[in-house]
């Protein structure tokens, strides 16, 4: 069901049940398309580059209040509210 050369990685679901967070590791976001389009009539999604904690870290530069330049290693992303 995966688009090739996507990974999933893992999901949590909130306590309310409303809202499903999905991992996944895609070289480029483009990747992930068919996928949402396939879910697109049940739900609306939102999506957001990610990175390890380990990557986040060594990535950050030495001077203060600088966010690291890392390209995303994956991409996390919800459902945001059910499609119309």
Sequence with gaps: MLPESVIY??????????RCFQVME?????RLEPWIR?????????MAPAVTSQEYW???PSEPNRR???????WAFHPVAAAS
Excluded: K, M, N, Y
């Design 58 to 60: 060594e990535g950050l």
């Design 68 to 74: 690291p330049r890392r390209r995303p290693s994956g």
């Design 9 to 18: 990685h893992a999901s949590w679901i909130d306590t309310e049940a409303a």
């Design 26 to 30: 895609a070289e480029d976001p483009s």
């Design 38 to 46: 396939a879910w697109g009539d049940l739900v609306d999604f939102q």
